[in-house]
């Protein structure tokens, strides 16, 4: 395993964390002030990330966050796509992240694009 499979393995881990879960998910992922941002979201550290994570699971219970292609990576960046799975199985919605990596490989920064969101 890469590098960069092992950095969105974390992403992952931590988006998909159980409540008691998440702080110490979020820190094993992410840099202590890394960033995330998105078409819904622009937050920074690790409590702001938490209730990004949290708003987003409260909005799709019982929903998994899993990957969608092949993880990418060059130097200190990886890009990998991304699937919001419900309890049927079904993906409404998708996107593709890039993230920075620091030399420990947790993530400093990630851009986040949404690719397929359900109509409102």
Do not use: C
Request: hydrophobic share 45%; no cysteine; net charge negative.
């Amino acid at each position: 395993m890469t590098a960069y499979d092992d950095a969105v393995q974390r992403y992952f881990a931590a988006w998909n964390a159980a409540p008691e879960e998440l702080d110490k998910a979020v820190a094993a992922a992410f840099s202590d002030d890394a960033t995330y941002t998105d078409p819904l979201a622009d937050v920074r550290g690790h409590e702001q990330l938490a209730a990004a994570i949290s708003g987003a699971r409260q909005q799709f219970p019982g929903f998994v966050f899993r990957p969608a292609g092949p993880v990418d990576g060059h130097h200190a960046l990886v890009r990998f796509g991304w699937e919001l799975v419900a309890p049927d199985g079904s993906a409404p919605v998708a996107g593709s992240d890039v993230a920075a990596l620091t030399d420990d490989g947790r993530i400093s920064s990630v851009s986040g694009f949404l690719d397929r969101v359900p109509a409102a």
